[in-house]
């Protein structure tokens, strides 16, 4: 009974402020949170929240603010999600919790932009997100996740980038529209949008487009 625990708990730390028991119970009201993510992320991150409230730098307040960002994170509000992590990073940058942020943030960038129309400006912060966390962590337990997510964004950017040059083909500017397939050419080699792309460059130059 999570609620009656809770407010036994709270009754407690009232009835005697400053008990040497004081993060005991809040390890147990953070057990409790921990519980209540299964089925009320909502309520859980109430929990956490009073946790953080009674004792910011306390043994399991970087952890509740953690669960604060994993909750919106579930709950699929990924830029309140955003705000919560890089809250954590702010005020515990020296937690153990650091690379599991690190690599949190910039899928939550993913995953919001999901939810929009195309944002490209969210995937590249999203992508330079695991690049640093590459950097920062190259034997972490994402380290594959982590490029896996980097090659999706990469063909996501060379198609775009290719599309801009079929755009400018299409309004008869050929020198325009070789300048980006030669970028595409140039930055996304490992992809299939500069295959597509060589193929362009050379049907221009076979017509005397470009030179």
Known sequence: DFKQALRAYEKVLEKYPGTKRTEE???????????????????????????????SLGPVASDAQVKIADCYFQLGQYEESLDAYEKFLENYPKSEWVPYVQYQ????????????????????????????????????????DAKNMIQEIRIIEAEREYNIGEFYLRRKKPVSAAMYFEYVKADFPDTVWAERASERIEFLRMIEAIK
């Open 25 to 55: 119970i809040l390890e147990r009201e953070y057990q409790v949170g921990v519980a209540q993510m299964e089925t009320d992320e909502n309520a859980a991150i109430g929990v956490f929240e009073k946790i953080i409230e009674k004792h």
């Open 105 to 144: 943030i910039p899928l939550s960038k993913v995953y919001h932009e999901r939810q929009q129309e195309r944002n490209y400006g969210l995937l590249i912060s999203a992508r330079e997100g695991f690049e640093e966390y590459l950097v920062s962590n190259p034997h972490g337990i994402h380290t594959e």
